[in-house]
């Protein structure tokens, strides 16, 4: 079965094993869901057949979460497209950071705020420096999704 765009899952070894492709690197890969993720893995059903999303992708209250991210395939390792995604207004987006820390946008007033409030933050942890980045976006009026691992 194929389920998100290079992930295929060859075999179920159990309730919470896959043996997958990474049809990016050819490579397989036994991935493990971990047990912090099981119930809300459970919920949504395991690994489901199509879609072009991966579904050891789970929303979380914080945002979102690979289930399987000790075990991940090796593109997923050495590909994070989006860590997170702001939006203005709802649902427009505003920009994304991709990479560690690089903000990708072509709106002039999140450019600004980034340079004068977030460019300069000495936070080293990514965990303590996504949430500051959250909260202060949200204060600017911004909503954000977290990609968190
Ligand atoms: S990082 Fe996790 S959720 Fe993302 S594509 Fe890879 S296995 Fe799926």
Same mark, same amino acid.
């Given at each position: 079965m194929v389920s998100g765009r290079h992930i295929r899952i060859e075999r179920k070894l159990g309730e919470r094993d896959y043996y997958c +492709?990474?049809?990016?690197?050819g490579n397989l890969a036994v991935t493990h869901v971990e047990s912090p993720y099981l119930p809300v893995f459970r919920e949504k059903g395991g690994y489901l057949e199509?879609?072009?999303?991966?579904?050891f992708l789970i929303r979380t209250t914080d945002g979102y979460a690979c289930v399987v991210y000790n075990s991940r395939p090796v593109s997923c390792r050495e590909f994070k497209c989006c860590r997170m995604r702001i939006y203005r207004g709802?649902?427009?987006?505003a920009g994304t950071i991709k990479g560690r820390r690089s903000l990708s946008t072509t709106d002039p007033d999140l450019e600004k705020f980034w340079n004068d409030r977030? +460019?300069?933050? +000495?936070?080293?942890?990514d965990g303590q420096w996504d949430m500051k980045v959250k909260t202060l976006l949200e204060d600017a009026g911004y909503n954000v999704e977290l990609y968190t691992s």
């Open positions: +492709r990474d049809l990016v690197s199509g879609d072009d999303q991966c579904h709802g649902k427009n987006l977030i +460019r300069l933050l +000495r936070i080293d942890e």
